[in-house]
């Protein structure tokens, strides 16, 4: 059973911007943290953005931090990731999630998740490119 579905990725030139979009299950939404991962090939896993389901909080990587937005439409179960002024560092595979609240904000709950393999629930990825 899919819980989590990606789209939005693409290939784009440094500068430019894409929206990530993630559409959830009614029970997996519900576990208050939403937020995206990235891995880029050879590297870790990088948590980069997280939402708070109840209250619209968000807290996001230094590495990303002004440069995207994470944001929610609660309606329709769905999580967005609007990356703006693109780096070729940026380029990765790049993966929703959803975790229980636990730590401190939704980024750390993400973090702790992951470290701890203990997500809710995780997308197939959707592939971001950044060409200089």
């Known amino acids: 059973q899919v ?12 500068g430019g911007s894409l929206r990530l979009s993630c559409v959830a299950s009614a029970y997996i939404y519900s576990a208050g943290c ?6 880029a090939p050879g590297e ?5 953005a997280g939402i708070d389901t109840h209250d ?20 329709k179960n769905t999580v967005y990731l609007l990356m703006n002024s ?8 790049y993966y929703c999630a959803a975790v229980r609240s636990a730590f401190g904000d939704c980024l ?15 997308g197939q990825g959707t592939l ?3 060409s200089s």
């Not at 909080?57 to 309606?75: L, M, P, Q």
């Not at 693109?86 to 595979?93: G, I, Q, R, S, W």
């Not at 750390?108 to 995780?122: K, P, R, T, Y």
């Open 3 to 14: 819980q989590l579905v990606e789209s939005g990725g693409g290939s784009v030139q440094a």
């Open 34 to 39: 939403m937020g995206w991962f990235r891995q």
């Open 44 to 48: 870790e896993r990088e948590a980069v």
């Open 56 to 75: 619209s909080s968000t807290s996001y990587a230094d590495s990303v931090k002004g440069r995207f937005t994470i944001s929610e439409d609660n309606a």
């Open 86 to 93: 693109l780096k070729p560092e940026d380029t990765a595979m």
């Open 108 to 122: 750390e709950s993400v973090i702790v998740g992951l470290e701890d393999n203990a997500l809710e629930a995780w």
């Open 128 to 130: 971001v490119t950044v």
